[in-house]
């Protein structure tokens, strides 16, 4: 099984609409991302969180908002879409400091959001 | 603001050659970490090497190796023996204290049969 998984995998929806996107993580790690691949620019911090009640921006938070629900789980809402917001969207895990430099942060297998 | 620059966006090799792929990064920092991560087309991010700053000796993983020069900023990996399988997407990766990690916009490798 999958250490960690993103539902749905692959999501169109309309301009306007209210989408969430879902993280669950089964590897106990207490920090969670969620980034945006756009192509030629790289993977893009949305939000960050180090633990449940400890939720920060990233690079280009605008127009998307985060829940921690519960240490394995994080999800991503973009609460009114826009044709801009088609990407790939990546949700990472990592573990405290020391165990992160040593293993790097660990993704999921991406959402593919398409925004009509 | 640390930046990470990678200013090849697409590189072929021929089967079993060498190939290395350049990064440099900009950053005030003198403790930080440096990672390449590979995407192939089934998109999923796959962390390759990492090296940490205040090592000198430069990592290796099997087929993979880093040139790191600190104070060049620079990070570039090194593919031996290319294989088809290593045809993807490489980003390179700069993470501080922060514990936020800056990617670069990334090189496609492609692998001439």
């Known amino acids: 099984d999958a250490d960690v998984t993103q539902t749905p995998r692959n999501r169109i929806t309309k301009t306007g609409k209210r989408i969430m996107l879902e993280c669950s993580q089964t590897k106990g790690h207490d920090r969670m991302y969620w980034y945006r691949q756009d192509p030629g620019l790289g993977l893009r911090l949305i939000y960050y969180s180090f633990d449940v009640k400890d939720i920060n921006k990233g690079e280009i938070s605008d127009g998307y908002s985060v829940s921690r629900q519960a240490q394995a789980k994080f999800s991503l809402s973009l609460e009114s879409a826009i044709p801009n917001q088609t990407a790939l969207y990546f949700c990472a895990t990592s573990d405290h400091f020391r165990d992160a430099t040593r293993k790097g942060q660990f993704f999921g297998p991406g959402t593919r959001l398409t925004v009509l | ?113």
Not at chain 2, 47 to 55: F, G
Not at chain 2, 59 to 72: D, G, H, I, L, M
Not at chain 2, 76 to 87: P, Y
């Open chain 2, 1 to 113: 603001a640390q930046t990470v620059t990678q200013s090849q966006p697409e590189m072929s090799v021929q089967e079993a050659e060498t190939v290395t792929l350049s990064c440099t990064y900009d950053t005030s920092e003198s403790d930080y970490y440096l990672f390449w991560y590979k995407q192939p087309p089934s998109r999923q991010m796959i962390l390759v090497i990492r090296q940490e700053a205040y090592k000198q000796q430069n990592a290796t993983e099997n087929r993979f190796s880093v040139n790191f020069q600190k104070a060049a900023k620079s990070f570039s990996l090194k593919i031996s023996d290319s294989q088809l399988g290593d045809a993807a997407m490489y980003f390179c990766a700069y993470r501080s204290d922060g514990d936020k990690i800056i990617f670069g916009k990334g090189t496609r490798l492609h692998i001439l049969p």
